[in-house]
């Protein structure tokens, strides 16, 4: 059966509380069956600047709140360096179940790419966020989420340092008024090779001052 889209669980309020509650009952793609719960965004129900990854890893989903884990301590870090305090930011994922398959032992539960499917049938939700929290400075993190809003073709390394715009064929006029910036998700300078991961950690790092400086003063 093709994935239907969480656009029928999304409820008409843009409390952010009640979004939260309700995304537990969604069922617009597959994922629900396997993760232990849905994870959505945290912070303020107003904030100034949202940041989007990719979809809840395995701590995430087990404590039900994003970027607790490596990924999320790596990030945290790059806020603190970049000047930009983590809790008045609102976090969130383009998608909020997590995928995953067994390592052969069935013991671990190893992160696997989201489908284009599942990323577009979970982005009313995040569509729903945007228009909740009015971020006047919106992050991507990495491919997923830039892909998310930005359209499948979109490619990351061309446009970092950019000032960038939600295109208005699958976006809602509500949240097109946010300045858009993208950068390299904070488990790519994990996972990639050792002695590349200080650059990389600290262009993360300038690309998220170069985002709060985009804040309105
Ligand atoms: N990676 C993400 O993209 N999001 C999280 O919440 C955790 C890890
Ligand atoms: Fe719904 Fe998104 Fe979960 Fe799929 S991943 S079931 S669309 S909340």
């Given amino acids: 059966m ?13 409390e952010v ?7 537990q009952a969604c069922r617009g793609c597959s994922l629900y069956q396997n993760a ?12 100034e600047m949202m940041l989007v990854g990719e979809q809840p890893g ?25 000047g930009l305090p983590r809790a008045p930011v609102y976090l969130t994922n383009a998608v909020k179940h997590f995928k995953f398959v067994r390592s052969e032992s069935g013991q671990r539960r190893i992160h696997k790419t989201p489908s284009r499917l599942e990323v577009v049938a979970c982005r009313p939700w995040l569509f729903a966020e945007l228009e909740a929290v009015k971020p006047s ?6 491919a ?7 359209g499948n073709e979109f490619r ?5 340092g950019e000032v960038l715009q939600l295109p208005s064929d699958t976006v809602p006029e509500t949240v097109r008024e946010a300045k858009v910036t993208v950068t390299v998700h904070p488990s790519a300078v994990l996972r990639g090779p050792a002695e590349a991961r200080e650059e990389s950690f600290r262009s993360l790092v300038a690309d998220l001052r170069f985002a709060g400086g985009l804040r309105p003063a």
């Fill in 137 to 142: 400075v919106v992050v991507l993190l990495g």
């Fill in 156 to 160: 990351i390394t061309a446009h970092r």
């Fill in 17 to 23: 509380a009640a979004l939260a509650a309700a995304v």
């Fill in 144 to 150: 997923t989420a830039a892909k998310s809003l930005l």
């Fill in 2 to 14: 093709p994935a239907a889209g969480a656009a029928e669980f999304v409820p008409e309020t843009r």
């Fill in 58 to 82: 395995d701590r995430e989903d087990l404590a039900g709140e994003p970027f607790v884990g490596p990924a999320g301590r790596l990030l945290d870090r790059a806020l603190h360096e970049a």
């Fill in 36 to 47: 232990s719960r849905a994870v959505f965004g945290s912070g303020p129900t107003r904030a």
